[in-house]
């Protein structure tokens, strides 16, 4: 009985990880640019993960570098098609702050423009010493790029 039990659990997790990125695909918006952008983003991660973020031109444009640097792979042109399809279908929302006592590390990486390793380093800090009391206490976190804490030091809450 158990066996059958698997038996058809797999084969329902098979059918629905086939059926998965078809249904991702039929939501994502019609759109020039929308192949270019399954085509670069989907050769690394899931494209869920691609359009979660919601972001300015300038902002996109800082995330495909981004990918670019770590080693996206893609033409010119299909680079500035992906561009112009997340600008135009995923815009910026208004954000709430940042609060950076609760924040997890995905956030401080998105939200202040940080490397991985730097929104990690806030996090143990925080762990260890305690919650932020200000921009100053954010601030002594070593390895952190302030410039960039302090450029958004309007988004964050204590």
């Not at 690394?44 to 996109?60: F, K, N, P, Y």
Request: charged letters at 25%.
């Amino acid at each position: 009985m158990h066996l059958d039990i698997r038996l058809s659990t797999r084969i329902a997790l098979i059918a629905a990880l086939a059926i998965a990125p078809g249904m991702l695909r039929a939501q994502l918006p019609a759109g020039s640019g929308r192949e270019e952008m399954q085509k670069v983003c989907s050769s690394c991660h899931e494209l869920e993960r691609s359009v979660s973020l919601r972001q300015d031109r300038d902002g996109w444009k800082t995330t495909i570098n981004k990918m670019i640097g770590l080693g996206a792979q893609g033409s010119e042109q299909e680079f500035a098609a992906t561009l112009e399809y997340l600008a135009a279908n995923f815009p910026a929302r208004a954000m709430p702050q940042l609060n950076v006592n609760t924040a997890l590390a995905i956030d401080f990486e998105a939200r202040l423009s940080l490397r991985r390793s730097q929104a990690a380093l806030i996090v143990k800090y925080r762990t260890e010493h305690g919650k932020f009391q200000s921009i100053e206490d954010l601030k002594k976190v070593p390895g952190v790029d302030t410039a960039k804490i302090e450029a958004k030091k309007d988004i964050l809450t204590y």
